[in-house]
């Protein structure tokens, strides 16, 4: 069987969303519902790590989850890795040196530095000496291009060894150059362009997040293969909202 990490690396199209809410019935009803993999935020949602791990477990192995870590700490990556994520995700990378400390944190010796310890990925210790000696193998190293200094550094980021993809963010870098959520502005535009096109050439799978469907097909045909589509809160939000909206009118019918 495949693991995630080889089908992040043979370019398969994954179909993932984003987890914030702490409650367990999200990620297993968002696993049930059929997406590929499950990006649980460490960053901006308000979890905690043991928060983290229980979506994790809840999600299952069937529905792999990546964890974006808080920051580039060496504790938030093993501590993600310890809770048996099938892989990180690195929010600000903007440099090839970063890139390889990331890498470096992330891999066991003698490939890397990454600290060794009992946790949930190993089974509590029952399959400890299996999963030091597949971990390197299985675990992703996935990489956010989020800012103009990222952009103008891809060639070098994506060329460290060990970087299993990257996701752009189009949101923080229509920021970076001074227009914040302006993401379909020309120069945000190019300057995903230009990751893109890097990235083809490399063949470095790319990842990407959008509110809807249409932009997500849209990146599809342009080579993107990790899709993120939206997120739990605005899930909830909208489908509540419909519903609401839907039964307004009816009302108005009836009350005719």
Known sequence: MQSFRDRLKNRETLVGTLVTLAA??????????????????????????????TLVQVAGPDCPCLIRIADQNPR????????????????LVNTAAQAREIVLKSKYPPKGQRSIGIGRAQGYGRHFASYIETANQS???????EHIE???????II????????IVGPYDLSGSLG????VADPEVEGAIERVQQACEQARMPMGIFAMDPEPLDRYA?????LLALGIDTVFLGRSAGKAREQLQQYLKVTRC
């Open 24 to 53: 367990p019935q999200v990620p297993e009803m968002l696993a049930q519902a059929g997406f590929d993999w499950l990006w649980i935020d460490g960053e901006h949602a308000p979890l905690s790590v043991q928060d983290v791990q």
């Open 150 to 156: 990222a952009v103008e550094n891809i060639e070098s």
């Open 76 to 91: 938030c990556i093993k501590q993600a890795l310890d809770i048996g994520a099938a892989g990180i995700i690195v929010p």
């Open 159 to 166: 060329a460290v060894e060990g970087v299993d993809a990257v």
């Open 139 to 145: 675990t992703c190293v996935v990489l956010q291009i």
């Open 221 to 225: 045909r342009q080579g993107y293969s």
């Open 179 to 182: 227009k914040p959520g302006r």
